[in-house]
């Protein structure tokens, strides 16, 4: 700015010195190069003259430049080599410049690739004047205007389209570039829609500062692009938050996919795309099925097929094995970050770091599961594809690598389960998967949680007591609702006991249907686990001693108290409450009436304040007992002598008698 | 009457000591507690249906002997105690300590009619409680329902006295006394031979010889075929009690809880 503010200083001395020196040579001439001057001759339609050897009309139109921008300005502002020549000036005429007022503007276009090649002398680079023109600049909000945002992409490819001279002799990597923009959201938006705040050619090369993206300034150079994009796309990073971790996009912009890389160039459209680093490059070598590691000798092969099958079909090598060098003859060779799925699965690479499996993996134990040990690494499938391991019909077997007992995974618990996937396939939900085939019973992950798996330990563990009811509620959720209002329930009861949840009485991995009659015994001594004195009882009156016998048709715990809605008896929704119980009783008895519901299903004769009625009835009919006992068993001990010595007394007149008569006879009683 | 009382015995003691093995052995056996349910109501009409035809029989025998009620209850065949009872009871106690000679027993000694007695106790004590738990709905109609808590301890109790009294006490009294052992089956054959019965109830037989009815009441033994059925039966019962109470003794001191 100084210089141009110096020059225009200069200009003015000079044009003031000179109207001086005019003004009194010649009156009547005083403005000798006014842009009335240049008119005069100029104005003329038919005037020629010649540029580099050919006649050129010469003729400047007055309007044309009074309605451009330009309209205030002088003819030797921009032509420049004019000033204070005599007219008819000379034939050749330099160029006019543009960078006595927008030098800023130069400066950019000087560093840009349209440049380099002008100043090479490239014919087909592009000056100012191509895109903007010259007399006939009108501001770019006009619709008319050359570099107009609706025109910019016909301005751009009058060279860059297809089959042009630029396209065809010059070093361009994109092909199709005008058919494919015109095709993309952009150009759609644009060309169809008429949004003029689309991005254009411009809004993503620059106007002037055009690089090639292999220049680490460009503003299409990789590292960039986001930058670019996100001139636009402000806050694109929310809608990606799942595919690309915020922070690394900031940090480490290298290591994640460019936006390029699924939005390709010029076709960016609301789909992913093959991205740019094509397959085929990696393939050149990767197909190859003797291709090995020069570390390590394992194979570097890849069969193609597999991913084209697979769920990452549309995604290409570079997306996963970032950090290529597409510019390198080798674009791999720099490459030594192995995958990280965490650039797209973000979410999950946190839950799994979490989880035990991700803690012992970032202790680089061997025995850590990651990612591929049950996705695989290119035959992703997906968890609906029954041929994956990660299929629910697979999952037991696929867990079952590892915790199978014996397993390695196995080896290493220290918990109370002890044949778990064997169990597990025992269970109603093993069976229900294995046996029925129902895909949509409960498998390991559904419990466990597929990337989180943490023990039962940790507030955070789906199987933490505290989590568990959720859990299961995940499928048995009318379950989860009784129980959460019920008094088992922590949200319900505070205790410093612990409180039942689901596996308390069902087991965790040996859940077997509540309506078998083992569950049916199982469960009464599970009731009993806590309430120990009441379960005692229930077990001396006549429902307890036909179940201990092995029966299940008789009133059980929840028979009487409900399974999952367990309530204290003074609420009004417990099946024992006073409003309640004879319906209760009901279920079983079926004219039971209010003093029926009355017999203590949990009677013991042990308790003389609570039960003082069968308390003293038991030790009466105990004391007749004992008594009685004790007087007749007297009575027959003091006889036993006495019989023994009456039988011999017997036996000797017995044999008296058989001497004496050798006949018999026999005596009725009065009865007979 | 037997047949009933082993029945009703097996399986109540099955549902009281339902804790033990045998316990759900026996309940199995008898196909399942409902069906152990009914035959133990079934074992209780006939036990009771029994004791009603006895009472009938009772008062049909007093018709047909042309007695008054006085004599039947007072009379020298009668069930009810008398002084002679007494008299013997005390005597029995001497003779148990050494302090006299064996008392001179009648129609009935004493041990027996307490048998007798006690099965009208038991029948009427164990048989309206078990009414109560048969039809438990009915009776808490006019009945507070913790009665059937108290019924049922009683009911239970007494049928363990019973058991317990019948399969030892009795079985002692009656069969295992060394002068009967193994057993006696007058109960069966109503036949005694007439030397034991000599020994056995001097009294009676002195009566008898008195009157000079003794040959009236003559007769041959019964053939050796059914004697040797009703011991069959006989040691059947003896086992089936033996081993209740075994299997009582066992739930009780070693499986209680």
Redesign the interface.
Known sequence: MKIQRKKVNLKIIKRFSFLLILGLLYSGKVFSQDNSDCLMCHEDKTLKGTKSGRTISVFVNEKIIFSSVHSEVDCIQCHVDLEGSDFPHAENVKRAVCNSCHEDIQKLYDGSLHSKAFNRGDRLAPICQDCHGSHEIIPVKNIKSKVAPINVPYLCGQCHKEGSPVQLQRNISQTHILENYSESIHGEGLMKKGLVVTATCASCHTAHEILPHTDSRSSIARKNIAGTCAKCHAEIELVHRKVIKGALWEKEASVLPACVDCHQPHKARRVFYDQGMADADCLICHEKKELKSSDDGRSLFVNYSEIKNSRHANIACSQCHSGVKPSHTRPCDELTASVDCASCHSAIQEDYQKSVHGKLASKNDPNAPTCKECHSNHNILGKIDSKSPTFPLNIPKLCGNCHREGEKAAVRYRGTEKEIVKNYSESIHGKGLLKSGLTVTATCTDCHTAHRELPHSDPLSSINPANIPTTCGNCHHGIQEQFEKSIHSSLVSKSDKKLPTCENCHSAHQIIRADSEGFKHIIMIQCGNCHEEIAKTYFETYHGKVSQLGYTKTAKCYDCHGAHDILPVENPASHLNRKNVVETCKKCHASANRQFAGYFTHATHHDPDKYPWLFWTFWGMTGLLVGTFVLAGLHTLLWLPRSLQWRRELKRRQQDKNTNHKSEENVSDGNS | MIVSFISLALTGM???F??TGW??FL??FFG???SAGYIHRFAAVIMVSVFIIHLVDVVRTRKKELLSWKELIFGP?SMMFNKKDLKDFIA??K???GKGE?PEYG?WTY?EKFDYFAVFWGIFVIGSTGLT?WF??FF??F????I???T???HS??A??AT??IF??HF??THL???K?PMDI?IF?????????K?DRPAE?KELVEKGQ?EN?????YPEIVIRAIRIFGWTALSIGFSIILWIIYAMLFAY?
Do not use: C
């Not at chain 2, 009945?143 to 913790?146: A, D, K, N, S, T």
């Not at chain 2, 009441?217 to 033994?221: D, I, K, M, V």
């Open positions: 099955s549902l009281k339902s804790y316990a759900v309940s199995h399942g507690f409902e065949n029995s106690m003779w148990f300590i064996r129609r041990w738990l438990p709905e808490t109609q009945m507070p329902g913790w059937l808590n108290v049922t301890i009683i109790d007494e363990l006295l317990g009294f030892t006490i002692f009294n006394r060394p002068e052992f007058v054959t109503g036949r005694i031979p007439l030397e034991e019965f020994l037989y003794l009441y003559l007769a041959e033994p809880r």
